[in-house]
């Protein structure tokens, strides 16, 4: 079951308190503010997990990292395909290597022509045989389908014509699930320490998002699993936020993200 929901002071908050005895801990963030980066970091030190997932990293980089490439900032970047990909500066991602420099790195992306071809086919035929354990394979309820559309279409600053809704909630439900599956991997390596998840904020949304996933499969398999998941938002917090724990920052000045689709 979840845990209550709280807000946390960043500045005072014992993490190592707030997360005691939890098996997963995902830590959200706005991928382009700093502060949201500089706790994920803080919070990686304090819990020393065994494994770190995240988000920007698929599989197979995760697992050519070497222990030289962990030590340079500018030869793991490159390794990782990190600008090329579209990330942030990883100058504000790095810290988080580092804060955990013998924990596992998994990596929970997909290749993009994966994702394009679950906003075709649907997430559950993409992601082949396992799609049921984690909830693939089960058609959304109506009120969900519409609210995630609607984020969906807000995300994409209105310029998605409402054809390719539905298509784009797909690709979400994939996203969730392959860093579920990256997560049950980790799990998997029987690690002495919990495992820490770096994602965006709409991957740890604890009704639809990677904690769901995560215990829809730990239901299915007969697995008793602790997951935590923390917000982090930008000055302030949605009116019921959809997280265990929650922190607002400050906004980063970013201009104006719609730019782009105009």
């Known amino acids: ?115 394009r071809k679950a906003i075709e086919d649907g997430a559950a035929k993409t992601f082949g045989a396992s799609a049921p354990l984690f909830g693939l394979a089960t058609p959304l309820p109506e009120a969900e389908q519409s609210d995630r559309e609607l984020l969906q279409h807000i995300a994409h600053c209105d310029a998605l014509p409402p054809e390719m809704l539905p298509g784009m909630v797909e690709a979400q439900r994939l996203r969730d699930a392959a860093l579920a599956r990256a997560v049950v991997n980790a799990l998997a390596q029987g690690f002495d320490g919990p495992v820490v998840v770096i994602a965006g904020n709409g991957h740890v949304h604890e009704s639809w998002g990677v904690p769901a996933a995560l215990r829809r499969y730990a239901d299915q398999t007969g697995q008793n699993l602790t997951i935590a998941s923390l917000g982090q938002y930008e000055e302030t917090a949605p009116e019921t936020p959809p997280v265990t724990h929650w922190v607002v920052t400050k906004a980063t000045n970013r201009g104006d993200p719609c730019a782009a689709f105009r």
């Open 1 to 115: 079951m979840p845990l209550r929901a709280a807000e946390l002071d960043p500045a005072t908050v014992d993490l190592a308190a707030t997360f005691q005895d939890v098996d997963v801990v995902l830590l959200g963030e706005h991928h382009d503010n700093p502060l949201h980066h500089a706790l994920q970091a803080r919070a990686v030190a304090t819990l020393k997990p065994a494994a770190l997932v995240f988000e920007m990293i698929e599989p197979s980089h995760a697992r050519d990292i070497t222990h030289n490439m962990r030590l340079d900032a500018s030869a793991l970047s490159t390794h990782l395909e990190w600008e090329a990909r579209g990330w942030p500066d990883f100058a504000m991602y790095y810290p988080i290597f580092s804060a955990a420099p013998k924990a596992s790195i998994f990596g929970g992306a997909l290749p993009r022509d994966t994702v």
